[in-house]
């Protein structure tokens, strides 16, 4: 009762101080704070979570850009681009097409940034800072010094990888694996030299900044939840956040041991991935002994949880989306959150199956089979209960809520095809091919990056106080859910007839030629979905300024505690006590009741859930 | 006696919300995980070794490696003798530490101050061990990154990746305990100016004691690897 006396009287507070000035901040309840500590060297976990969003936005553009760029290349290969060369330089682009050191400078930078700065850092590291305090009930993280600290090794690592794409010799160019012996090998390739050396230098930085990052959520989540905040009563992105932050403190630890050996066979000659190599120009190594499989082993211990760390909180966060805007509580919570814990589980017990046709040991890779068509179950059962909250519900089509289902298609889609790609035999003859390309985009890149603009377009009246504009971000919706099928739908045709991945030129294969009008029609719609989501940057910005003013604490009847907060939080959540919990996050549309907040006590006369 | 019997009902839901579950502070918690992570760190460098080592055809043996101390000169034949002493060392810095912090929870600070000043020793008498080691087989056996001299004990031309690994595991193991040492010495003067008796607590000894037991243990496995097997 007392809490719900508090929370009124904030919500007064907050429209009357904020009515004056958009950036005005709450100082009765802290000391001030100069432009460097509140917009720089922040500790608030709200700005630290806007400082990763926007960061992680320039990423998603400049690795957006780049695939642009190869997309010209692979549809259009006779055109000739003469403003790209003005612009680019020689090194790039040459007599008008993107030279083949750069196409592969370029497929290797998208990879990396994608799934690391933008799915990674950008998404978990946005939506973990955020949500995490204010959906549990604390003032901020466990440590903001620490997860101050974990934003400046992200931007310390932006900046590496960034200055990596001027370096004379261009940026590392084997692939986002860096398989060795392209990136063990300085003379192997162009992009093998000081490119790598800063490429595998921003990877430890990022390392670092994950480490840091994941243990403050991880504390956070299980120490700092307010009176009443059970684990059971937690919103479904807060468990999907935890499962995020576990994979990422122990996988991301594999990866940098992978990268020291690998450091040391790049500088102090040893061969822990080398032997039997011969370099042309440079004749035979002396390396004996070692075994580039080792690196793919410890690589994939991380790459493949990797996939889940993009994945979860895309999942946490639709889960919740999909059950506010249908108005009903979602359906099998602790299913839900069964399914995510042996997602999480499982994440680290499938690796090999990116291993199939490196000469594995087939009993082996049956094992790996079993274990990979196991996670079938687990997302089965989140498919299962996304539609079932979704069915008869009373639903509300916000652009959050249009991404949210864009999703859980994407997912579906994609899902399908790792049914495939998860048998060995299969394998044998997909992988490498534009099918996996298909595979992974839809189901990992895409969906997340649906769930992100999910995130994105629901909570941006909490970050920001005001509303993006519905209308575009409809034509953001439709163009990119349309874009997204038209690309990557004929990729699965191209690489069932077996074309294969990351080849800068087809043209010297008749049996691919057929394709050539396709590849022109993925690469126009490519063009065309990355022109829309400029449009959304637009639509992020203008709005950060110019949208339209939030003006009720809970514009989406929502139950979790985040709304509870004033409408513009300061350092700090709530102005007075933070409010106690005693009810789950999902009590929609109970007892005739169309929402009820997780800080309302339970009415000895309600009905049980 | 009422009470009693009303806080046995209640009390017990630790995952309620409002307090720690595990009635420590975040600080604890985060050091374990930490711990968890580093842990797969040095899992995967130890599962890198083996897997090297198990696919060659020969491995040198380390009795005949790791034979010398200091001033024992050029024949000498004492095999692990050495590492032994060291291995000793650091356990029992190990031990000292775990008195350090005992003597904290009394809030005892002459005592915390004696044993952290004797794990430091202890920590620093271990990297000197590892500095003569490894300065000895980069000198006397020229044996460094990338080069190995050592025969595999079946006579076979010795394989590479036995000194690589060597190095690149202590190395980083040392370097845990390098920063080990570190951080007891900034607990050292923290204790000495009275930091923690004004907090009411010497939980910061109980995290850096909590680091410096799994760099010991962490060296047991490393010891087993290279040395023992």
Redesign the interface.
Known sequence: MSNEAVLHANVEGATAHDAHHDHGEHHEHHHHETFISKYVFSMDHKMIAKQFLITGMVWAILGGLMSVLFRLELGYPDTKFMFLQDILGKWWVQDGRITAQAYYALVTTHGTVLVFFVLTAGLSGTFANFLIPLQVGARDMASPFLNMLSYWFFFMASVVMLSSIFVETGPFSGGWTAYPPLSALRDASPGSGRGMDLWVIAMALFVVSSLLGGLNYIVTILNMRTKGMSMTRLPLTIWALFFTAVLGVLSFPVLLSGFILLIFDRNFGTSFYLSDIFVNGVGALPNEGGNAILFQHLFWFLGHPEVYIILLPAMGMVSEILSVNSRKPIFGYMAMVGSLFAIAILAFLVWAHHMFVTGLNPLLGSIFVLLTLLIAVPSAIKVFNWLTTLWRGNIRFTPAMMFAIGFVSLFISGGLTGIWLGNSALDIHLHDTMFVVAHFHIVMGVASMFGMFAGIYHWYPKMYGRYLNNTLGYIHFWVTMAGAYLIFWPMHYEGLAGMPRRYYSYSAWESFKQFGGLNQFISTVALIVFAVQILFLFNFFYSIWKGRKLTTQNPYGSNTLEWTTPIRPGHGNWTGEIPEVYRWAYDYAKDGREFIPQTTPVDPNETNH | MATTTATATTAP?Y????K???NV???K??MW??L???A??????LI?YG??RF??NGWPNPNLVFKSYPFSGENSNAPLVFVSIMTFILIISSVTMVIAVQAGHAMDRPKVVRNLIWTIIGGLAFLSCQAWEWTHLRLDEHAW???NPFANSNGTVG???FT??FF?ITG?HGFHVFSGVIINIVMLIKTLRGDFDKRGHYLMIEKAGLYWHFVDLVWVFVFTCFYLI
């Open positions: 839901k995952w309620g919300g409002g720690s579950p595990f502070e975040y600080g918690v985060m995980y930490f968890m992570s580093d797969f760190t040095f899992g995967a460098f890198a897997t090297t696919s060659a990154w990338g080069m394989h590479q990746d690589n690994f690149t980083f």
